[in-house]
T-cell receptor, first 117, second 115 residues
Framework: AQTVTQSQPEMSVQEAETVTLSCTYD???????LFWYKQPPSRQMILVIR??????QNATENRFSVNFQKAAKSFSLKISDSQLGDAAMYFC??????????????FGKGTLLTVNP | ETGVTQTPRHLVMGMTNKKSLKCEQH?????MYWYKQSAKKPLELMFV???????ENNSVPSRFSPECPNSSHLFLHLHTLQPEDSALYLC??????????????FGPGTRLTVL
C-alpha cells in the first residue's frame, strides 16, 4: 500500500519570503500522480499543483513549484513570495496511475503553514 | 451555487440520534466521495460513487450509510455513532472515478461532534 509522509507538522514563513514544504512517499508503482492541496481556515480544500510521475519537468503554478525527485520518492512544494493568504494546512497526496482503485487519493497528515506579516 | 456544497456545516448529535449529511455538486461530475478528516490523522477515504454506483467502501462501519440518488447528490446517513466518530466530513466530486486522472473538487465539510 502507498504511504505519504509529511515530516513537518508546522512551518512558518515571513511574508514575501520563500518556504519549502516536504513530502515523501512510498510506492512500488512507476505510474502515478502527486498533488499538493491547500486547506485554508475556511476548510474548503483546493488543488494547488499536480505532478505526473512520467514527467521529468517539475510542475509550476505561478508562485508555487515542486521539486519532484522520483528516485528519492520526494515531492516538495516551494512557495515563493509568500502572502498572508497562503496561510493554510497543506496536504501532499498520491494517486495511482494505473488499474485497480486508481481514483483513490492517499493523503499525508498535513503541514500547517503560518505566514507572518 | 457553484462547486461542491455541504449541509449542515456543523452538527452536534447524541449517540442515539439519527442524522444525515448532504452534499451537492454543481459541476456536472459523475463521481462523488466521502472523506473523514480527524485531527492529527490523514484524510481517510470512506466511500466512492461513480455514476451513482458505489465502487468503494473503505471498511467503514455500518453506522455510516451512504446514499447517492443521482450524480449531483450524495448523502451520509448517521445512526448510533460513537464519540470517536467526531470529525470533519468532506465531500468531493470529480468528472469520473476512473481510469484517467480527474481532479477532485472538495466541499467545505461538515464538522460533526458526537456527544
Amino acid at each position: 500500500a502507498q504511504t505519504v509522509t509529511q515530516s513537518q507538522p508546522e512551518m512558518s514563513v515571513q511574508e514575501a519570503e520563500t518556504v519549502t514544504l516536504s513530502c515523501t512517499y512510498d510506492t512500488s508503482e512507476s505510474d502515478y500522480y502527486l498533488f499538493w492541496y491547500k486547506q485554508p481556515p475556511s476548510r474548503q480544500m483546493i488543488l494547488v499543483i499536480r505532478q505526473e510521475a512520467y514527467k521529468q519537468q517539475n510542475a509550476t503554478e505561478n508562485r508555487f513549484s515542486v521539486n519532484f525527485q522520483k528516485a528519492a520518492k520526494s515531492f516538495s512544494l516551494k512557495i515563493s513570495d509568500s502572502q498572508l493568504g497562503d496561510a493554510a494546512m497543506y496536504f501532499c497526496a498520491y494517486r495511482s496511475g494505473s488499474g485497480g482503485s486508481n481514483y483513490k487519493l492517499t493523503f499525508g497528515k498535513g503541514t500547517l503553514l503560518t505566514v507572518n506579516p | 451555487e457553484t462547486g461542491v456544497t455541504q449541509t449542515p456545516r456543523h452538527l452536534v448529535m447524541g449517540m442515539t440520534n439519527k442524522k444525515s449529511l448532504k452534499c451537492e455538486q454543481h459541476l456536472g461530475h459523475n463521481a462523488m466521495y466521502w472523506y473523514k478528516q480527524s485531527a492529527k490523522k490523514p484524510l481517510e477515504l470512506m466511500f466512492v460513487y461513480n455514476f451513482k454506483e458505489q465502487t468503494e467502501n473503505n471498511s467503514v462501519p455500518s453506522r455510516f450509510s451512504p446514499e447517492c440518488p443521482n450524480s449531483s447528490h450524495l448523502f451520509l446517513h448517521l445512526h448510533t455513532l460513537q464519540p470517536e466518530d467526531s470529525a470533519l466530513y468532506l465531500c468531493a466530486s470529480s468528472l469520473s472515478a476512473a481510469p484517467d486522472y480527474n481532479e477532485q473538487f472538495f466541499g467545505p465539510g461538515t464538522r460533526l461532534t458526537v456527544l
